[in-house]
């Protein structure tokens, strides 16, 4: 579900708004993991991303260990391609064999990116994200 800018501001918050109090699961991956959403606390639509592994265990990553994940991954350059698409509203090229720490990552920066722009909705949300990220790459 790609938005190619803050503009569609107004359907990210119907988004959120469906979330209500309720856990959602927004993706279920090949090794039967999922992606669940819950709601947060920074803002009346904010909601959290939990990674659920496919025992069960739950992680909810802060931003600086899928920043991590994506530095040592064997596909980076392709997964930093992959993320500015996904920044820009596109889907990800998937042109290279992904693991599922990338698969993860690549969905967590899909609803950061969202999540963001619900919470800075005048244009500078997802942009910190990416910024926060590029910083990281750079100086680790």
Excluded: C
């Excluded at 579900?1 to 501001?9: D, L, W």
């Excluded at 119907?14 to 819950?38: M, P």
């Excluded at 947060?40 to 992680?59: A, L, V």
Aim: hydrophobic content about 30%; glycine content about 4%.
């Amino acid at each position: 579900m790609p938005y190619s800018n803050i503009y569609e501001i107004i359907k990210l918050k119907k988004v959120a708004e469906n979330f209500g109090d309720k856990r959602n699961t927004v993706k279920k991956f090949s090794d039967g993991s999922e992606l669940i959403t819950e709601h947060g606390r920074k803002s009346e639509n904010d909601f959290k991303i939990i990674h659920k592994s496919k025992t069960g265990k739950e992680k909810l990553y802060k931003h600086e260990e899928i920043f991590d994940k994506v530095n040592n991954s064997s596909n980076k350059d392709k997964l930093l391609e992959d993320i500015n698409l996904i920044f820009n509203g596109l889907p990800p090229s998937k042109n290279y064999v992904a693991n599922i720490d990338d698969e993860v990552s690549l969905e967590f920066f899909k609803w950061v990116f969202i999540q963001e722009d619900i919470n800075y909705p005048k244009g500078k949300g997802r942009k910190l994200t990416l910024d926060a990220l590029n910083y990281y790459i750079d100086n680790n």
